[in-house]
């Protein structure tokens, strides 16, 4: 009988829980820990920026994700670029001679974005923040918490020590 019961109140708070809308899927959806949002808000924690440095940072990243999407976009116009100029009936040269060109440009534009994104960021954020967004980027996401806030000493595996 008890089982009943308890199973009936779980199957209640189940479906209240779905009905309001408070249930957010792992891993995903609107501001999920690992979503864009979610990596952007914790890197603003972590650095502890304030309005106008964040302000910076999504511009920043707005613009590299911007020139990483057009080099993407390209994809399909190479992979038919290379088919064209297998196709023939002797090997097209010029097919990708254009693909080469267009893929220069794309790489250019994505050197000239890295470099002024780098630069504002250089500019907005103080030195403390400049180092510790720097052995982020070196280190990978997971830097800190492996090996501390400021890379020595015990982090969440506690006991590392670096220094």
């Known amino acids: 009988m008890f089982g009943f019961i308890f199973g009936t109140a779980c199957l209640a708070g189940l ?3 779905l009905r309001r809308g408070r249930w957010h899927p792992p891993h995903g959806g609107r501001g999920g820990r690992w979503s864009w949002r979610g ?3 914790w890197l603003f ?3 502890d920026t304030s309005p106008g440095q964040e302000k ?6 707005d613009d590299l994700t911007e020139a990483f999407e057009k080099m993407r976009d390209e994809m399909s116009a190479a992979r038919a670029a290379m088919a064209r100029s297998l196709r023939g009936e002797s090997f097209d040269a010029a097919a990708l001679r254009e693909m080469d060109a267009r893929h220069d440009e794309l790489i250019d534009n994505l050197r000239k974005t890295v470099r002024t994104s780098m630069s504002k960021i250089h500019e ?3 030195p403390k923040q400049r180092r510790e967004l720097a052995d982020m980027l ?3 996401w997971g830097y800190g918490y492996r090996y501390g806030r400021g890379g020595c000493g015990g982090g ?3 006991g590392y020590s670096r220094c």
């Open 124 to 126: 907005a954020l103080d």
């Open 45 to 47: 924690e972590r650095l």
């Open 56 to 61: 910076v940072l999504v511009q920043a990243a």
């Open 15 to 17: 479906l209240y829980t």
């Open 39 to 41: 990596r952007m808000r």
């Open 138 to 140: 070196e280190h990978g």
């Open 156 to 158: 969440w595996r506690g």
